[in-house]
């Protein structure tokens, strides 16, 4: 069923707003949960958010607080991490991660629900510099 693929990474400006994009096999768009993560050199990787296999349902963490949407794209296989004001602390190594297929979100990804996720892609860098 192949890998995700993310993309949008680089180096910002604090402030600017960022989107990052992550291709999702055809037979995973609508099958199952799909999740953002993130982690900052250093520390644990975690989750930012999450979005239903049909779209209709998204769930984020609590530091999220409206600067990161997710969105899906069903025709394109895509799924957004939308990013407004970026800090320096936002700088991190960026996934995306889907569960197997059939699986639905459960609501925020905890530390102890991101083995759930077993299809991960690459990553993608993000660097915020203020």
């Known amino acids: 069923q192949g890998q995700l693929a993310e993309s949008g990474g680089g180096s910002v400006q604090s402030g600017e707003p960022r989107q990052l994009r992550c291709a999702v096999p055809?037979?995973?768009?609508?099958?199952?949960?799909i999740g953002w993560f993130r982690q900052a050199a250093g520390k644990d990787r975690e989750g930012i958010a999450a979005?239903?296999?049909?779209?209709?349902?998204?769930y984020y963490a609590g530091f999220v607080r409206g600067r990161f949407v997710i969105a899906k794209d069903k025709a394109k296989n895509v799924v957004y991490l939308q990013i407004t004001s970026l800090k320096p602390e936002d700088t991190a190594m960026y996934y995306c991660?889907?569960?197997?297929?059939?699986?639905?979100?459960?609501?925020?990804?905890?530390?102890?629900?991101?083995?759930?996720?077993?299809?991960w892609g690459q990553g993608t860098q993000v660097t915020v510099s203020s």
């Open positions: 991660a889907a569960k197997r297929p059939g699986r639905e979100c459960t609501g925020f990804i905890s530390p102890d629900e991101i083995h759930e996720f077993t299809i």
């Open positions: 055809e037979s995973l768009t609508t099958t199952t949960c």
């Open positions: 979005i239903s296999p049909a779209g209709y349902n998204t």
